[in-house]
């Protein structure tokens, strides 16, 4: 038995999903963990069993069991059950990274001669497969200004297929008014994919504003604590059938026990972001006040250019928070290397703290002037905040700034 969500009564809270939404109630050896079907394969009774199975998936959608690891896997769907819930999609699908995610959907939503727009403040590996990979198969991309959607309306072209954007972005945090977005794309017939990954389905809910499909780097939030890699694609109404199909063609698949993992990261999921998110926000104050600081990039300030949207359609604003530090480059790196709670490392969204300086973890094959072009200048840090306690990252970052 799994929780019924669709109870008139009471629909479950976040927490309260995080923990069973997805999850049988009857597992096998009365186990109160998910249990890991560690199986690269499924066995068959006999031929007849095999042809049952074979004349089931011609004509049900849905096969009752599973076949090939590729395919399927209990644990893996009990988990993506979870997901699916958490955004309020009907279907999540698991893939083994955030890359494989975004790869697969780009590559099954959109053909030769299409074209997408999508926003310019995005992760780097993002930006260079549309502009790298996706340009050898004819299909062409136009960017536009992060947060400008008469931008986004002028790009569309009649073989406009697809709208793509992160909300928040990295690494300035823009925000997207995601239900103009949603109305303006549905009015011309295209389809509409978020990278959600720096909110967190507890602070933002894309499908709830008429998007169609949104995406996360589980690696990040949703598992939590930085040990293992994955991505999720979650939708309503079909539009994850596709993308199902083609990961058993195109192999992402993610790793049973990396499925276990994800699960019980899901669990805390809920007290981890309400730690992030005020650790977040006391932070950004914090440093916004800081006389080595020059600027904060961070949603829930009032400074930052969306927090209006933000606030409107945010619970929280997560734990990542860009800054220039006064100074150059080499400031920066003195203040990063004299932090001693924060780890220089990339990735974020996890239970440390970890810091970094753009320039040098994303962009540092690109010229200076072309970084520049992208607003990334050698003393931005980005601080993905983790949960520890407030007061000690402040006091790790006063200690630090002396550095700088
Ligand atoms: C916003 C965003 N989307 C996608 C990815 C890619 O995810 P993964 O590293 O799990 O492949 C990242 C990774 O940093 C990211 O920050």
Redesign the pocket.
């Known amino acids: 038995m799994s929780l019924d969500t669709s109870t008139p009564a009471r629909t479950p809270g976040f927490s309260t999903q995080a923990m069973h939404a997805g999850v049988a109630h009857d597992n096998p050896h009365h186990s109160l963990t998910l249990p890991i079907i560690q199986t690269a394969t499924y066995t068959f009774d006999g031929t007849a069993d095999l042809i049952d199975f074979l004349d089931e998936r011609m004509f049900v959608q849905k096969p009752v069991r599973q076949e090939y690891g590729r395919y399927g896997n209990p644990t893996v769907a009990a988990v993506e059950a979870r997901l699916a819930a958490l955004d309020g999609g009907d279907d999540a699908i698991l893939l ?7 790869t697969t959907s780009l590559l099954i939503l959109l053909s030769s001669g299409d074209h997408l727009v999508m926003t310019d403040d ?2 780097n ?2 930006r260079l497969f549309v502009n790298r990979f996706l340009r050898r198969f004819d299909i062409a991309a136009t960017t536009v200004p992060a947060g400008d959607l008469q931008a986004v309306e002028k790009a569309i072209q009649p073989n406009t297929r697809l709208i793509l954007s ?1 909300t928040p ?2 690494p300035f945090l823009r925000c997207l008014d995601l239900e103009a977005l949603a109305a303006l794309a549905h009015r011309h017939s295209v389809r509409t994919l978020i ?1 959600a ?2 909110a967190t389905p507890l602070n933002l809910r894309p499908l709830d504003f008429g998007i169609d499909l949104v ?6 939030y949703l598992n939590g604590h930085n040990d293992v ?3 999720v694609l979650v939708g309503k109404g079909g539009i994850t059938t596709p993308l199902r199909e083609s990961q058993g063609l195109l192999g992402a698949v993610v790793d049973p026990t990396a499925a276990y993992h994800i699960g019980r990261g899901l669990q805390t999921l809920g007290l981890r972001i309400e730690r992030q998110n005020a650790n977040g926000l006391a932070i950004a104050r914090w440093l916004e006040a800081h006389p080595k600081i020059r600027r904060v990039w961070y949603p829930g300030l009032e400074s930052h250019p969306d927090h209006a949207i933000a606030r409107a359609q945010m619970r929280g604003f997560g734990s990542v928070v860009s800054f220039e530090v006064e100074g150059d480059g080499p400031a920066a790196s003195r203040f990063i290397d004299a932090m001693r709670l924060a780890h220089l490392a ?3 969204g996890g239970v440390d703290s970890l810091i970094e300086q753009p320039a040098l973890i994303s962009y540092y094959d690109l010229a200076p002037e072309n970084r520049l072009a992208l607003g990334i200048r050698d003393e931005l840090v980005r601080f993905a905040i983790g949960i520890e306690d407030t007061e000690d990252l402040i006091a790790d970052l006063e200690r630090a700034l002396t550095y700088a």
Not at 215 to 220: D, L, N, W
């Open positions: 083994s990274s955030g890359m494989a995610a975004l995005c992760y590996r993002t992160e972005t990295n990278d990954t720096f995406m996360h780097s589980v690696t990040k890699m994955a991505g990339p990735s974020l």
